[in-house]
Nanobody
Framework: EVQLVESGGGLVQPGDSLRLSCTASGFTFSGSAMSWVRQAPGKDLEWVSAITRGGGSTYYRDSVKGRFTISRDNVKNTLYLQMNSLKADDTAIYFC????????????????RGQGTQVTVSA
């Protein structure tokens, strides 16, 4: 059974940093591209960032480029999202998602998503 468990969320002030983690099990983590997606209150789910199976390529939505860094540890089966210079607009539930294949392309669908971790950015 595929399991994705996010952690690391919390309440922070604008300009602060957080690092999210996603621990994966039940599948070959090193064989799957992974993404972070988020859902803000009252809004649709939106893709945030992706990383290919080996970590060699990363992708970001424009609004987080230069502030967020996605990475993975295929030995620990863990996906990370380092979030710096957080803004109120980053407030959302953040989910990690497993893609069907090892590569990523824009709009790629995913097969599984975790339960999410809440990130709240507020003064």
């Amino acid at each position: 059974e595929v399991q994705l468990v996010e952690s690391g969320g919390g309440l922070v002030q604008p300009g602060d940093s957080l690092r999210l983690s996603c621990t994966a099990s039940g599948f070959t983590f090193s064989g799957s591209a992974m993404s972070w997606v988020r859902q803000a209150p009252g809004k649709d789910l939106e893709w945030v960032s992706a990383i290919t199976r080996g970590g060699g390529s990363t992708y970001y939505r424009d609004s987080v480029k230069g502030r967020f860094t996605i990475s993975r540890d295929n030995v620990k089966n863990t996906l990370y999202l380092q979030m710096n210079s957080l803004k109120a607009d980053d407030t959302a539930i953040y989910f990690c998602a497993k893609h069907y294949g090892g590569d990523y392309y824009a709009g790629a669908s995913y097969s599984h998503r975790g339960q999410g971790t809440q990130v709240t950015v507020s003064a």
